[in-house]
């Protein structure tokens, strides 16, 4: 007799397919992760973001995406950091992005059907709308984040456990990019 396989049920909720609003909540810095497919190794970062729509118990529903530590013209990251921010990166900013500054900031994921599962196609900045008061726009109705800080899935925990040490050739990570000087009230449309 063969090994056979059967449905277990599980309680797994599918995260909806669509455009939906969401708000940065951590970004987990993974370390170096084995190259896939015979790939080299690379640094690898985990953004989690929390989504509009409420899953059957009421909660904000939670993705992630994973990307290679770059901000580079071809990298993903960098990809949807400038749509996000609706601007591309500074000679400066290319020397050392923090990526601390995405977190609590809100989008628009672009959420697609990938067989079984749901991939962030994109990400867009939040919708805007005017504020009476100032006269800016400011982000539509966000909520507040209830996904703690200090969460961490299960699968980040995993990739934590088997990172790899640099490879030889590769530079040390480089400190991140300190925020504005103190006293710098510079205010413009970019979130972040």
Known sequence: ?????????????????????????????????????????????????????????????????????????????????????????????????????IIGKPCQLNLVQNGDKVKIAGVMPATMIPDATTRKNVPAGYWTIETKRDYIPNFVKKMLESQIAPPSKAKAPQPAAAGAAPGDDFTDDIPF
């Open 1 to 101: 007799m063969g090994i056979m396989a059967s449905d277990n049920g599980g309680d797994f909720e599918p995260v909806p397919a669509g455009m939906h609003r969401a708000t940065c909540v951590n970004v987990f810095d993974v370390g170096y992760q084995p190259g896939y497919q015979g790939a080299p190794p690379a640094h690898k970062v985990v953004v989690l973001w929390e989504i509009e729509p409420l899953n059957s118990q009421h909660k904000h529903f939670t993705v992630t995406r994973i990307y290679t530590l770059s901000i580079g013209d071809k990298s993903n990251l960098g990809n949807d950091l400038t749509t996000w921010r609706g601007r591309p990166f500074t000679a400066e900013e290319r020397r050392g992005f923090d990526l601390d500054n």
